[in-house]
Nanobody
């Protein structure tokens, strides 16, 4: 069992930046890591994903503003969010997928962007 703990969320004004962290209790080597976000009453949407080899993909709504990265020795995944907009307000979750197809989710961190 791997525990994921997200941090770095908070309240920021539009145009500001935040960096989210997702710290894992075990090794993240070889995993596919992703960030999702969810607003009340809506489905959880994929924001960004980074492959085992470091290839990244982003939702169209965040391209050019968000950057996902990973630090395998620190067992941590990051999401750098710049030029934040009110519509980025959501609970952000990280997910790790292992070779075995086991998936783990964090508990989420709230990001609120004021206009």
């Amino acid at each position: 069992q791997v525990q994921l703990v997200e941090s770095g969320g908070g309240l920021v004004q539009a145009g500001g930046s935040l960096r989210l962290s997702c710290a894992a209790s075990g090794s993240i080597f070889g995993t596919i890591a992703a960030w999702y976000r969810q607003v009340p009453g809506k489905q959880r949407d994929l924001v960004a994903v980074i492959s085992r080899g470091g290839t990244t993909n982003y939702a169209d709504s965040v391209k050019g503003r968000f950057t996902i990265s990973r630090d395998n020795p620190k067992n941590t995944v990051y999401l750098q969010m710049n030029s934040l907009k009110p519509e980025d307000t959501a609970v952000y979750y990280c997910k790790l997928t292992y070779y075995s197809s086991l998936q783990y989710w964090g508990q989420g961190t709230q990001v609120t962007v004021s206009s």
